[in-house]
Structures are given as C-alpha cells and as structure tokens.
C-alpha cells in the first residue's frame, strides 16, 4: 500500500508492481444542476478528478445510483446514466458495471480505477517551502448553485457553470505532468481553504493566498451578498476558522474561499522555476488558470489571505 487511510489523500495507491499501481476512488452526491443528463456528466467529471490529482490515469469505473423509481419517470436515470457514460467515453474510461438502489433521494456518482507509475504518484502534502500555488478553475460553483435553486441565476451563468463543472481536469494534469510538481490535490466540498489546509497539515509550512489573485466565477460575489452561500460553506468555515489568517479587508473572502465547490479544478503546487511556464501551457490550452499563491515556512501551519 502506497497510500491508505494512515496518510488519507484524494485516492488510494496500491502497488501492483515495479511500473504500475493502482488507484481507487468513489465520489457520488445529490444534483447540482436541474439537468438530468449534465448532472450526469459532472458526477462523472467530479468522480474521475481524484485519479487526475494523482498525476494518474483512470481506465475503469462503476456507476453507484439511488434512484427514487416511485415518484420519478424512468427516462430521467436514463439520461443522467448517458450522460456519465458520454463523460466516461470522452476521458477514455470503460464502463464495466454499477450497482443501484431504490432511495427516497436521487444520487449517482462512480467507484473509479486508474493507474499510475510507483515513484510519480503525486500526493496532496508533498509541497515544498517556495513552491508557487497554480489554480486550474475558478472557484464560485457553491454559491451558484444555490442561487441556481433559488431561480436567480442568470441563464448565461448557469451554462457557464454547467459546463464549467462538467468539464475535465485530464487535460490539466497531463500538463502538470511535463513539469516539477511536488503536490496537487482538487477542490471540491471543503472549499479552496479546506483543500489547502489539508495540503499543509502536518508539514510545517504554511499558504500564503493573494486574494486578487484567485478567479472567482462572475456573479458569485454578489450572490454571496445577498446571502445565497450553501451550509457546507459554514461548515467549513467552523471546522477550520482557527487556522487562517485574514490579512486582507474584506470579510467576504472567507465566505468565497470556504464555498464548497462541485467538481472544482486543480490546485497544484509548483516549484517556482517552473511554475510560469506551466502557467502558460494551462492557458494555451484554454485552461483558465492563475497563479494566486506560495508557500512558506511556518510551523504554525495556516493559511494566510492577503
């Protein structure tokens, strides 16, 4: 075992032999989007994420569906199950099978296998004091989301985010593979200060965060203003509000920082030397991508907003 629960990441490693091991993951939740075949799509794109931070490659995945068959038209599973297999198709993955279960609640996600190299596995906490912080997508999806449920979200921003969602971090881990990268790890539910302190946990070193430096999806601010922020945001907020700095003078940073994100991008740690020209392969790529910190030495391990 390379890695297990001792050392808990985005995936499990497993050590098959001296070029291959094994990567395992399972993500599945309820809709974010009204869409039934979209969901689909960003359920599978949010399931194979893990195996991408990894600096790995996913080959199998199963589906996992609670479906409540009693109150919702067949048709609608359909869909959704098109539409994770469409995503499965475009990242190369096979479909070997699923398991489904008859639920008050809809969800559906994969158990996704993937492999990679031993000695190139990338884990979350191996960033080194100097290294440059890369963001592949911007952050906002919680907040608007809720305002998607809510009926506010303009059509233009829930397409934008719809597809934003949807949309692979394959590409961005194929590039972060032709540089020196000592860490990456995704950003999803517990928002982007939640992925990094656990990136920093245990490491002696500590994030730095330059704020006007982070993209945030268009309208997500103001929606924040107007109180459509998710609980989850909350929730991250209280678990880990001992161990940031707000140096900044804006207090709605936290609330866009801590937002849950669905199937977010990558946040990958750099060495500096390498760091812009990584940089530019992600945008010419059309990734849109920042630069938005560094890390640093500090045993006191916390994530700084300037």
């Known amino acids: 075992m390379i890695i297990g629960l001792e050392e808990p990441d985005d995936a499990g490693v497993y050590k098959i032999s001296d070029e291959i091991a094994l990567i395992q993951t399972v993500d599945f939740f309820t809709p974010v989007v009204d869409d039934p075949y979209w969901f689909g799509q960003i359920a599978a794109a949010n399931a194979l994420s893990d195996v991408y931070a990894m600096g790995g490659t996913p080959k199998l995945a199963m589906n996992l569906v609670a479906f409540p068959s009693k109150e919702m038209d067949i048709a609608i599973l359909q869909d959704i199950l098109k539409g994770g297999m469409d995503k499965l198709k475009e990242a190369g993955v096979i479909l070997i099978g699923g398991h489904s279960v008859?639920?008050?609640?809809?969800?559906?996600?994969?158990?996704?296998?993937?492999?990679?190299?031993?000695?190139?596995?990338?884990?979350?906490?191996?960033?080194?004091?100097?290294?440059?912080?890369?963001?592949?997508?911007?952050?906002?999806t919680g907040i608007i989301n809720t305002a998607i449920k809510g009926g506010i979200a303009s059509e233009k921003t829930v397409i934008y985010v719809t597809k934003l969602m949807a949309e692979l971090n394959r590409k961005a881990s194929e590039i972060m593979l032709r540089f020196n990268v000592h860490a990456c790890t995704d950003i999803t539910g517990f928002g982007l200060i939640g992925h990094m302190e656990e990136m920093i946990y245990g490491t002696g070193l500590s994030i730095v965060i330059n704020s006007k430096d982070v993209p945030v999806i268009a309208e997500a601010r103001r929606y924040a203003e107007m109180g459509l922020v998710p609980a989850g945001t909350y929730k991250n907020m209280d678990f880990w509000k001992d161990r940031v700095k707000l140096e900044a003078k804006d207090e709605l940073l936290l609330i866009l920082f801590f937002d849950p994100q669905t199937s977010g991008g990558l946040l990958i740690a750099s060495d500096r030397k390498d760091a812009y020209s990584l940089l530019e392969d992600l945008k010419k790529e059309g990734i849109e991508a920042s630069i938005i910190g560094e890390v640093i030495k500090s045993k006191e391990e916390v994530v700084i907003i300037k």
């Open 102 to 140: 008859e639920d008050k609640e809809l969800k559906y996600g994969l158990s996704v296998t993937g492999f990679v190299h031993p000695e190139r596995v990338i884990t979350k906490r191996g960033l080194k004091e100097g290294d440059l912080l890369i963001l592949t997508k911007p952050i906002g």
